[in-house]
């Protein structure tokens, strides 16, 4: 076991079986093929991928899928890649990129530290999101939350300097966390934390997950940080 193997041993998710319909599973035959990235260990030809220099936003755990669309919708002079681990999630994006015929996003279906580590050029993507990754609220699951030193290594080796990391909860006690592990970083300083109900997010449109956090009286916490050189 490699000392890469053996940090992972401890994950961030549990991959859930969830039920494809048959329009989730027809996107996957038909639409996959197109726009689907396998994961592997040789690094990413951003240029090749997308068939030309952009700015690269990378998502971590997109999801259904829904506010990822939009966002390439939104932005075409930039190029996105999704990362998500669950088919389901993939399947209703690929249906979405469809209908919004957006041509500058990508998917990939894998442990999306792996795909940090390994197939993301250093230096190669402008920003990086992650919205409401799972809290993991009991203290004894704390260790699985993605937010962790090692991690924002691996974000910041992706990023060009001056790059931004943006990360949104709605857990109070997962914000907490964010802000000590991000405080004590020298790799990543604060531009901006926005702490409200909803009605603001940061650069970013609403998510599923933010909508179902609001209904149980949760706040929302944003926050823009930059790579520092």
């Given at each position: 076991?490699?000392?890469?193997?053996?940090?992972?041993?401890?994950?961030?998710?549990?991959?859930?079986?969830?039920?494809?319909?048959?329009?989730?599973?027809?996107?996957?035959?038909?639409i996959?093929?197109?726009?689907?990235?396998?994961?592997?260990?040789?690094?990413?030809d951003?240029?090749?991928?997308?068939?030309?220099?952009?700015?690269?936003v990378?998502?971590?755990?997109?999801?259904?899928?829904?506010?990822?669309?939009?966002?390439?919708a939104?932005?075409?002079?930039?190029?996105?890649?999704?990362?998500?681990?669950?088919?389901?999630?993939?399947?209703?994006?690929?249906?979405?990129?469809r209908?919004?015929e957006?041509?500058?996003?990508?998917?990939?279906?894998h442990?999306?530290?792996e795909?940090?580590?390994?197939?993301?050029?250093?230096?190669?993507?402008?920003?990086?999101?992650?919205?409401?990754?799972?809290?993991?609220?009991?203290?004894?699951?704390?260790?699985?939350?993605?937010?962790?030193?090692?991690?924002?290594?691996?974000c910041?080796r992706?990023?060009?300097?001056g790059?931004a990391?943006?990360?949104?909860?709605?857990?109070?006690?997962?914000?907490?966390?964010?802000?000590?592990?991000?405080?004590?970083?020298?790799?990543?300083?604060?531009?901006?934390?926005?702490?409200?109900?909803?009605?603001?997010?940061?650069?970013?449109?609403?998510?599923?997950?933010?909508r179902r956090?609001?209904?149980?009286?949760?706040?929302?916490?944003?926050?823009?940080?930059?790579?520092?050189?």
């Amino acid at each position: 076991m490699t000392e890469s193997d053996h940090k992972r041993s401890i994950r961030s998710f549990v991959r859930r079986t969830g039920r494809l319909t048959a329009s989730q599973q027809r996107a996957l035959d038909e639409i996959w093929p197109s726009v689907g990235v396998q994961y592997g260990d040789d690094p990413l030809d951003w240029e090749t991928l997308f068939g030309r220099d952009a700015p690269r936003v990378v998502e971590i755990g997109f999801g259904n899928g829904d506010t990822l669309v939009a966002q390439a919708a939104e932005r075409p002079e930039a190029d996105f890649l999704g990362i998500e681990v669950h088919e389901p999630g993939v399947g209703h994006c690929l249906i979405k990129l469809r209908e919004a015929e957006v041509s500058n996003l990508r998917l990939l279906s894998h442990d999306a530290v792996e795909v940090l580590d390994r197939q993301i050029p250093q230096s190669s993507v402008d920003r990086i999101n992650l919205y409401f990754p799972d809290p993991w609220p009991k203290k004894r699951h704390h260790k699985r939350r993605i937010v962790q030193p090692a991690f924002l290594e691996l974000c910041w080796r992706a990023l060009r300097a001056g790059g931004a990391l943006h990360i949104a909860t709605d857990w109070a006690n997962y914000a907490e966390h964010i802000d000590e592990v991000l405080e004590a970083s020298p790799r990543f300083e604060l531009e901006e934390r926005r702490e409200h109900a909803g009605d603001r997010p940061l650069e970013r449109p609403q998510t599923k997950f933010e909508r179902r956090g609001l209904k149980l009286g949760h706040r929302i916490v944003d926050w823009r940080y930059r790579a520092i050189e």
